[in-house]
């Protein structure tokens, strides 16, 4: 049984760091040899969007939004992934979501591909 759990969330002030932790368990390689792993967010009135991705070879991959800002990695030590998000503004306010891809290859941004999500955790940047 797979679970993603969120935690680091809060608020920060515009220019800001913060550092999201996910901590998975039951991920074991099942299909097509790989896994993909991602934060998303949703901001209100909006769709859950992918901000940051990484496969299970470690290559990540970032929306143009965060990109420069957020840092995706994985503590393979402590079964987690981790989103540094650094110079906030305003607009990163939003509910983080941790998921996983455990069905095909590659690493998508569509989260109706996704099949397990965290429970989510609130960042707010004022």
């Known amino acids: 049984h797979v679970q993603l759990v969120e935690s680091g969330g809060g608020s920060v002030q515009s220019g800001g760091s913060l550092r999201l932790s996910c901590a998975y368990s039951g991920l074991t390689i099942r299909v097509y040899n790989t896994y993909c792993l991602a934060w998303f967010r949703r901001r209100p009135q909006r769709v859950r969007e992918a901000m940051a991705r990484m496969s299970v070879d470690g290559v990540p991959t970032y929306d143009d939004s965060v990109q420069g800002r957020f840092t995706i990695s994985r503590d393979s030590a402590k079964n987690a992934l981790i989103l540094q998000m650094n110079t906030v503004n305003p607009g990163d306010s939003a509910m983080y979501y941790c998921?996983?891809?455990?069905?095909?290859?590659?690493?998508?941004?569509?989260?109706?591909?996704?099949?397990?999500w965290g429970q989510g955790t609130q960042v707010t940047v004022s």
């Open positions: 998921a996983a891809d455990t069905t095909r290859p590659g690493c998508t941004e569509y989260e109706a591909l996704y099949d397990i």
